[in-house]
């Protein structure tokens, strides 16, 4: 029988013994009852943006990921654009609101935030895991307790309707669903009328042709990780909950002292590679917000989920090991991609003698996600160093802080 407690715990965060003895009834019992063997990995992500401006979205992307465009699927309130790498990593969904006066439960997620209000349709909605049993899945999650839309529901959401969709998280405002693909076959969703959108083809074309003139193409690689932020009283039930939809296994945490924060992952129990399965990194305060004036401490982590709601807060992209002319390959990426016009949170940080280098894009003004490239030197034994984690964060709360400020002056 699968075992999701083989790996030893990394870190130095302190986890409840509440969590620690959960922890393992859960694996166990998913382990036992067949659900970890049955979810397989990420098949693909959903992401919405306001009406109209899913084509420079998906320029954007075309240029900073590999992202590429293959069809948009036409429904009555969405076009939605499959953009793909191949069949070895997750898809996105792009979907993008037609009409601005729409609302539905995923905007309400954006509309009580100071700053997820001012976009209310933008946000990341969650991840897809590819199943072999559907029936037998959405049966034994249900018997946990797992409370799911039903097919009118997902009709009337204009989502997939091949896909059984857990409804969104009360710790992180994200959903998780299944759907059930033989791996010799292709992804193919049961939504819309399939159409090549010409000005969302002509924005991929461009974007791709100053990608590979660049060379970007060869040294930009899939998906690394995925990182949510959540309150910081939510940090463990968050973990449990999504190991609890999931197959994957607690990795282990850490505390950032400077920033008042922890960072705790957790990794794909069937695939090593992260390109197959991308790691999810859950970032929470160590104290609520309204102790802080108390403690002296920064909180931004905290003010994030204050300001946008508990949610997605960046995508991070491997950069292939190397160099180009003498320098790393991470910074001749960032410098051409600066070139380009793209901003920037700092400098790249880390060193190939600390064994890795990363660095946070400003936020897009079209889906409100923050693009992280991580290049790793050789044999580094590890995910990311506590330095880079605090100064990374330090950045995003500094450019979140002027969003913020931003926001008030238009109220």
Excluded at 96 to 110: A, M, T, Y
Excluded at 291 to 308: A, D, K, M, W
Aim: charged share 25%.
């Amino acid at each position: 029988m699968t075992n999701s407690l083989i790996h030893p715990k990394q870190g130095d965060k302190a986890n409840s013994a509440w969590f620690e003895t959960y922890l393992a009834r859960l694996l166990e019992e998913r382990d036992s009852i067949g659900l970890t063997d049955m979810i397989r990995e990420i098949d693909t992500m959903m992401i919405t943006v306001e009406p109209d401006c899913s084509v420079a979205y998906v320029s954007e992307l075309a240029l900073m990921t590999p992202y590429h465009y293959l069809v948009t699927l036409e429904s009555e309130s969405h076009w939605t654009h499959v953009l793909r790498i191949d069949m070895n990593s997750p898809d996105i969904l792009l979907r993008e609101v037609r009409d601005p006066g729409k609302h539905g439960i995923f905007r309400s997620l954006n509309e009580v935030y100071p700053i997820g209000a001012h976009k209310p349709n933008s946000r990341y909605m969650g991840e897809i895991f590819r199943v072999t049993n559907l029936h037998d899945v959405v049966e034994l999650q249900k018997a946990r307790e797992i409370r799911f839309f039903n097919q009118d529901q997902i009709r009337k959401l204009e989502l997939p309707g091949n896909m059984a969709i857990v409804k969104p998280s009360p710790y992180t405002h994200n959903i998780v669903g299944y759907w059930e693909r033989p791996l010799d076959e292709l992804r193919v969703y049961a939504l819309g009328n399939s159409v090549i959108r010409d000005d969302v083809n002509r924005g991929y074309q461009a974007a791709k042709e100053v990608q590979k003139s660049l060379g970007l193409d060869k040294l930009i690689q899939p998906i690394d990780h995925l990182a949510t932020r959540v309150y910081s009283q939510n940090r463990e039930v968050a973990i449990l909950e999504y190991l609890t939809l999931s197959s994957y296994f607690y990795w282990g945490s850490y505390d950032i002292v400077s920033q008042n924060s922890s960072t705790n992952v957790t990794k794909s129990l069937h695939y090593s590679d992260e390109h197959a399965s991308p790691a999810k990194v859950f970032t929470a305060a160590n104290h609520p917000y309204f102790v802080n004036h108390l403690n002296g401490c920064p909180s931004p982590t905290e003010n994030f989920v204050r300001n946008y709601g508990p949610r997605l807060h960046h995508i991070a992209l491997s950069v292939a090991d190397g160099e180009v002319g003498g320098q790393a390959n991470i910074d001749y990426v960032v410098d051409a991609i600066k070139a380009q016009g793209r901003d920037f949170l700092l400098d790249v940080i880390g060193s190939r003698e600390e064994g890795l280098k990363q660095i946070f894009s400003s936020a897009s003004e079209h889906s409100s996600l923050i693009v992280e490239y991580v290049q790793r030197f050789g044999d580094f034994d590890g995910f990311f160093t506590k330095q880079n984690v605090a100064e990374l964060t330090e950045a995003a709360g500094v450019e979140e802080n002027l969003r913020l400020l931003q926001a008030e002056s238009t109220v």
